[in-house]
């Protein structure tokens, strides 16, 4: 049984930063991608970052690239995403997800097929 368990989130000031995790359990983490998408009250989910299987590989929504770094511990099977340089735009709620076997367009919803339950990021200005 897959799980992805998020934790990380809370309040913080903008100009803040915040380390996320995802503890994945119930498959075989080094052979799949995986992602960090956002949802914000009243608006879509949308893609954050995404890292490739092997880890050497890393996409951005143009929002938080240079701000945000994703990255991987096969070891721990955990994925991360450390976000510095918050601002209010950032508040919402956080998810993982593992990508398929097929993964290939990071930023497409379908390319996942687990999620998360979500952790909440808040910042306040």
């Known amino acids: 049984q897959v799980q992805l368990v998020e934790s990380g989130g809370g309040l913080v000031q903008a100009g803040g930063s915040l380390r996320l995790s995802c503890a994945a359990s119930?498959?075989?983490?080094?052979?799949?991608?995986m992602g960090w998408f956002r949802q914000a009250p009243g608006k879509e989910r949308e893609f954050v970052a995404g890292i490739s299987a092997s880890g050497r590989t890393t996409y951005y929504a143009d929002s938080v690239k240079g701000r945000f770094t994703i990255s991987r511990d096969s070891a721990k099977s955990t994925v991360y995403l450390q976000m510095n340089s918050l601002n209010p735009e950032d508040t919402a709620v956080y998810y993982c997800a593992a990508g398929t076997s097929n993964w290939g367009r990071p930023a497409a919803f379908d390319e996942y097929d687990n999620w998360g339950q979500g952790t909440q990021v808040t910042v306040s200005s």
């Open positions: 119930g498959f075989t983490f080094s052979t799949y991608a």
